[in-house]
């Protein structure tokens, strides 16, 4: 029996379901019907009233043309709001392309400007490369002079063989400091106070 048991369930499941869906259709039939007799009784008084009172449609054109007024009141309203609102965005717009145009012409100065520095900063670099440059020629020059003097120099001593003037062994004598040898002069006598 166990096998049964849900066959059993969806069954009863089923049946719930058509019971509800049945229900479910009563109901509309029944709010259908209900509609139906308030559309015939609403007409039904319309008619009453546009016989007794026929002034009555001339007051709901009227009401139409009231409303149809409003709307187009509160369109107008719209319609200049949203003039006002493009007029706004039109002067931002063009107070953003002043300050736009502005900004461009600053970029292009200061473009300018740097290119003005940058010509004279390679204008300067190329004027002290080439005083490097001619200076390190006048070095070469004085270097190739000092050798020929140098040889010059060696070639009169060897003639007449004297000893040679740019020896590498000379010395320095060292320098005396003229303040020491002034002390030493001066006799200190017993008693006398000596700061040092």
């Known amino acids: 029996m166990a096998p049964y048991v ?26 259908r019907a209900k509609l139906g007799t308030e559309r015939r009784e609403s007409a039904a008084i319309k008619e009453g009233l546009e016989r007794r009172y026929p002034a ?26 949203s003039h006002k609102t493009i007029a706004g965005l039109t ?14 012409a600053k970029k292009q100065k200061a473009r300018e400007s740097h290119m003005e520095c940058h010509h004279k900063l390679q204008a300067r670099i190329q004027e002290t490369e080439d005083t490097i440059q001619e200076q390190h020629l006048i070095i070469e020059a004085l270097v190739e002079e000092k ?25 320095d004598e ?22 040092e």
């Open 56 to 81: 009555w449609k001339e007051i709901y054109k009227f009401r139409g043309l009231v409303e149809a007024k409003k709307e187009h009141k509160t369109d107008q309203i719209a319609l200049e709001a």
């Open 147 to 171: 050798a020929s003097l140098l040889q010059t120099i060696q070639g009169l001593q060897e003639d007449n063989v004297a000893p040679a003037p740019f020896d590498d062994e000379w010395e």
């Open 174 to 195: 060292p320098e005396e400091d003229p303040e020491e040898e002034g002390l030493e002069d001066i006799p200190i006598g017993e008693g006398a106070i000596v700061d």
């Open 6 to 31: 849900p066959r059993t369930r969806d069954a009863a499941a089923l049946r719930m379901k058509q019971i509800a869906l049945d229900n479910q259709s009563r109901m509309i039939r029944h709010l």
């Open 91 to 104: 002067e931002i717009g063009l107070c953003m392309s002043k300050k736009i145009e502005r900004m461009k």
